[in-house]
């Protein structure tokens, strides 16, 4: 019986193996076919990925193109998968081009960042998703769309997954929007980092560590944002554990928080809709809120200019994530019903508009005022924390959203 089941797995094997050879020579041509176009590329041209999924084991790099489109039959039928990675980090690279679409197609399980653009004017990702498919893990790529030093960037009906730090990072660009995304099972669903004139709207954030990320930090070429809107989103249930890298300045972001906004100034939360994020709805907080040593000396680590406005708060009653001082902190002073705005109090001493909080549906505040109340901002027992709202009654907010691009 033992010696009819071998030989009849041999045969099996023997006839699968001219299948998995001419498989494995269709994925080394088309990784080499697809690396050739993008170097052969010119102006005006259209590169197409193939149906199917598809092995790749090396970065694939577009440098210095113009006006280049490449497109998939859709991201759930063009697929690249890196999970052998063997070459490079990044799935798919490009760097010092101008006017790049990228269109219908996934990037799965590369070893760095899926896709990363860097150095360039004109870049569209749209119906791209990118996605770690063995869940959450530290040992994910870091990013999942990635324009980073770049300007005029558009992200629009695209999804990413499984991100260990941010599934859509934007950093240190200009004139960005950001639409009718879908992130879950990331650390940070969508951040805007050191970056100027960013709209954020009608994405869907859940699952993820924390929902939607604004900040400023140090030791960057581009020092400051500012100008970002962040609109008509759906932040849902962002309780998902932190599985950054030690060390990632995202793991330090409460599990359970909804939009985090970290020594910026001139932002504009209105219109979305916070639900079941179980820590903190919407957190205005000072880079001292790190407790990282801060040594650039042109960077502003304090907040100024929020505002924060007809949105809709709702969250079922329960503890923050008691894993982190904060959260701690939060369930010694409020029990199951912690405040969905919570502002440290650090305003910046040279900016007089502060914090902005108008018209927000069943929103429950504090201010920790955190340089007057610890040595230790997280000794909860002598606090006096402030819930009183007026004070940040500035008046109606009505800043010009254009959404046409």
Same mark, same amino acid.
């Given at each position: 019986m033992n010696n009819h089941l071998n030989f009849s797995m041999m045969k099996l094997i023997q006839a699968l193996t001219p299948l998995l050879l001419i498989n494995g020579a269709l994925f080394a041509n088309l990784e080499k076919d697809l690396q050739t176009q993008f170097i052969?590329?010119?102006?005006?041209?259209?590169? @197409?990925?193939? &149906? *199917?999924? %598809?092995?790749?084991? *090396?970065? $694939? /790099?577009?440098?210095?193109? &113009?006006?280049l489109v490449i497109r998939g039959f859709g991201k759930d039928r063009s697929i690249l998968s890196f999970l052998n990675q063997s070459e490079g980090a990044q799935g798919i690279s490009i760097t010092n081009s101008k006017n790049i679409l990228l269109e219908g197609f996934t990037v799965q399980d590369s070893k760095g960042d899926a896709i990363k653009v860097q150095y360039t004017d004109g870049i569209i990702f749209r119906n791209i998703k990118a996605e770690w498919t063995g869940g959450p893990k530290e040992t994910n790529g870091a990013y999942g769309l990635y324009p980073v030093q770049c300007e005029n960037v558009l992200i629009e009906h695209s999804i990413s997954i499984?991100?260990?730090?941010?599934?859509?990072?934007?950093?240190?660009?200009?004139?960005?929007?950001?639409?009718?995304?879908?992130?879950?099972?990331? #650390?940070?669903?969508?951040?805007?980092?050191?970056?100027?004139?960013?709209? #954020?709207?009608e994405n869907y954030s859940h699952g993820n560590t924390g929902g939607i990320l604004v900040f400023d930090l140090p030791d960057l070429?581009?020092?400051k944002g500012g100008n970002v809107h962040i609109f008509n989103n759906r932040i849902e249930s962002n309780n998902l554990f932190n599985f950054a890298p030690k060390g990632n300045i995202v793991g330090k972001i409460l599990p359970g928080t909804g939009i =985090?906004?970290?020594? !910026? /100034?001139? #932002?504009?939360?209105?219109?979305?809709? $916070?639900?079941?994020?179980? @820590?903190? *709805?919407?957190?205005?907080? /000072?880079?001292? =809120?790190? +407790? +990282?040593a801060l040594n650039d000396s042109l960077y502003n680590p304090y907040t100024a200019d929020i505002h924060i406005y007809n949105n809709t708060f709702d969250r079922w009653p329960g503890f923050p994530d008691l894993g982190y001082d904060i959260g701690q902190l939060l369930a010694v002073k409020y029990g199951r019903n912690t405040p969905d705005i919570v502002y440290d109090g650090m305003q910046d001493p040279e900016n007089p508009i502060g914090l902005c909080?108008?018209?927000?549906?069943?929103?429950?505040?504090?201010? $920790?005022?955190?340089?007057?109340?610890?040595? &230790?901002? %997280?000794s909860p027992f002598i606090s006096n924390f402030s819930e009183? =709202? /007026?004070?940040?009654? !500035?008046?109606?907010?009505h800043p010009m959203i254009s959404t046409t691009k």
């Amino acid at each position: 019986m033992n010696n009819h089941l071998n030989f009849s797995m041999m045969k099996l094997i023997q006839a699968l193996t001219p299948l998995l050879l001419i498989n494995g020579a269709l994925f080394a041509n088309l990784e080499k076919d697809l690396q050739t176009q993008f170097i052969l590329a010119e102006p005006g041209d259209t590169i @197409s990925i193939p &149906e *199917g999924h %598809y092995q790749i084991q *090396g970065t $694939l /790099s577009v440098e210095g193109k &113009e006006n280049l489109v490449i497109r998939g039959f859709g991201k759930d039928r063009s697929i690249l998968s890196f999970l052998n990675q063997s070459e490079g980090a990044q799935g798919i690279s490009i760097t010092n081009s101008k006017n790049i679409l990228l269109e219908g197609f996934t990037v799965q399980d590369s070893k760095g960042d899926a896709i990363k653009v860097q150095y360039t004017d004109g870049i569209i990702f749209r119906n791209i998703k990118a996605e770690w498919t063995g869940g959450p893990k530290e040992t994910n790529g870091a990013y999942g769309l990635y324009p980073v030093q770049c300007e005029n960037v558009l992200i629009e009906h695209s999804i990413s997954i499984g991100a260990s730090d941010a599934g859509i990072y934007v950093g240190q660009s200009n004139d960005i929007v950001v639409r009718y995304n879908e992130v879950y099972d990331n #650390v940070a669903g969508i951040e805007i980092e050191n970056s100027n004139n960013a709209e #954020v709207y009608e994405n869907y954030s859940h699952g993820n560590t924390g929902g939607i990320l604004v900040f400023d930090l140090p030791d960057l070429i581009q020092k400051k944002g500012g100008n970002v809107h962040i609109f008509n989103n759906r932040i849902e249930s962002n309780n998902l554990f932190n599985f950054a890298p030690k060390g990632n300045i995202v793991g330090k972001i409460l599990p359970g928080t909804g939009i =985090m906004i970290l020594a !910026c /100034s001139n #932002v504009h939360i209105f219109g979305n809709t $916070l639900t079941n994020n179980k @820590s903190i *709805g919407t957190g205005v907080v /000072s880079y001292f =809120m790190t +407790e +990282e040593a801060l040594n650039d000396s042109l960077y502003n680590p304090y907040t100024a200019d929020i505002h924060i406005y007809n949105n809709t708060f709702d969250r079922w009653p329960g503890f923050p994530d008691l894993g982190y001082d904060i959260g701690q902190l939060l369930a010694v002073k409020y029990g199951r019903n912690t405040p969905d705005i919570v502002y440290d109090g650090m305003q910046d001493p040279e900016n007089p508009i502060g914090l902005c909080i108008q018209n927000n549906e069943d929103a429950r505040f504090t201010d $920790l005022d955190i340089e007057h109340n610890f040595e &230790e901002w %997280y000794s909860p027992f002598i606090s006096n924390f402030s819930e009183e =709202m /007026s004070p940040h009654n !500035c008046g109606k907010q009505h800043p010009m959203i254009s959404t046409t691009k």
